[in-house]
């Protein structure tokens, strides 16, 4: 049985559409906790729990990330900006100065004079200047780009060891346990320790389905695999970590080491990317879901494409047709064993005439 698991967010959490995409396919629903906080929070579970659905959250993990600025967006080469660390509200930060406030206290040890820093994969780029006291350094543009809330911030040619939950996620596992959730996507998992530290907090009935987004969780997969209910290899953050060419061969490798152990194995990010905003999906797109599906893919994961594109119950619809016809090729019925398409209501005109 191959997993459509959908991430919900503006785009779908709405009770009309919640249903529609359970009748499309998706199987399983995802909060991610990046692009929350707890009043976010309350309500999806309440509009989720209303339809019937229980959903899994999805953790911040240990990545840097903005959690609030002021910049404008366009900010010239040569600006000061302040680097705050780890306020929870903010309210230490200069707001009469450029600032930039990040989540992971314990990052600031880690960052030196001089170090590069980068806002998402095309947004601003910042040299460390100084160090001011134990939250606060000074960053000085050396590249204008855009910063947007809950982006990644990374540190050139330096991997940052940060706590693997940060006190949102602790929060919202609490919370969704007393609502009775089953699984957790423990992201920016790194090695087995991680792993087990989230099973201890969550208990052994809830299941924790690892996140590969670092080179080191590559190294690592073998330990990570054992103590894991499943894997998810997060495409887009490990190819900030490994060279984009290399991306594939490594989501290969690990989906035949996870036979062996008898693990599934999950893929995201840019699975159906073109239906963000197309009715349609490219030809690529089709053959990187068949070639997955033919490698051993346990399910796939519609993040962007649910939670903020245009067409979340079309392209939820279209990857269950796509794993379906998959299925029947596999089951030697090609040519015999008719797959019926999607109806028009869930896909509309385009893409069934498409189909």
């Known amino acids: 049985m191959t997993s459509i698991i959908v991430t919900v967010g503006p785009s779908s959490i709405k009770p009309e559409i919640l249903r529609k995409l359970l009748e499309a396919g998706a199987e399983r629903f995802r909060i991610n906790l990046s692009h929350s906080n707890k009043e976010s929070l309350k309500h999806y579970f309440s509009v989720l729990n209303n339809v019937g659905i229980t959903p899994a959250i999805d953790t911040n993990g240990a990545q840097l990330r903005v959690i609030d600025t002021n910049l404008p967006q366009k900010i010239s080469s040569g600006e000061e900006v302040n680097l705050y660390f780890g306020t929870k509200s903010g309210d230490l930060c200069d707001r009469s100065s450029f600032f930039i406030l990040l989540n992971h206290p314990e990052a600031f040890e880690q960052i030196n004079k001089n170090d590069i820093m980068k806002v998402d994969f095309n947004g601003l780029a910042l040299q460390v200047k100084d160090k001011i006291n134990k939250s606060l350094c000074i960053g000085k543009v050396i590249s204008s780009g855009p910063v947007i809330i809950n982006r990644a911030v990374d540190v050139k040619s330096k991997t940052l060891e940060l706590s693997v939950l940060t006190e949102f996620d602790k929060y919202a596992i609490e919370y969704a346990l007393n609502k009775g959730i089953n699984e957790i996507y423990a992201s920016f998992i790194s090695n087995a320790n991680q792993t087990r530290s989230i099973r201890n907090l969550a208990g052994d009935n809830i299941k924790i389905i690892s996140k590969i987004e670092t080179?080191?969780?590559?190294?690592?997969?073998?330990?990570?695999?054992?103590?894991?209910?499943?894997?998810?290899?997060?495409?887009?953050?490990?190819?900030?970590?490994?060279?984009?060419?290399?991306?594939?061969?490594?989501?290969?490798?690990?989906?035949?080491?996870?036979?062996?152990?008898?693990?599934?194995?999950?893929?995201?990010?840019?699975?159906?990317?073109?239906?963000?905003?197309?009715?349609?999906?490219?030809?690529?797109?089709?053959?990187d879901?068949?070639?997955?599906?033919?490698?051993?893919?346990?399910?796939?994961?519609?993040?962007?494409?649910?939670?903020?594109?245009?067409?979340?119950?079309?392209?939820?619809?279209?990857?269950?047709?796509?794993?379906?016809l998959f299925n029947n090729h596999k089951n030697g019925l090609h040519g015999i064993g008719r797959i019926k398409t999607p109806s028009l209501e869930l896909i509309g005109n385009e893409l069934f005439n498409w189909l």
């Open 215 to 287: 080179s080191m969780a590559v190294t690592n997969i073998l330990e990570i695999l054992d103590v894991s209910d499943e894997i998810l290899v997060d495409r887009g953050d490990l190819s900030r970590e490994i060279s984009i060419p290399l991306v594939p061969l490594a989501v290969f490798n690990i989906l035949k080491l996870a036979k062996t152990k008898n693990k599934p194995v999950m893929v995201a990010t840019n699975v159906l990317d073109s239906m963000m905003t197309n009715s349609i999906p490219s030809r690529a797109e089709i053959s």
């Open 289 to 324: 879901i068949f070639s997955h599906l033919s490698a051993g893919a346990s399910g796939f994961v519609l993040a962007a494409e649910v939670a903020i594109g245009s067409n979340p119950v079309s392209s939820t619809a279209l990857l269950k047709h796509l794993i379906e």
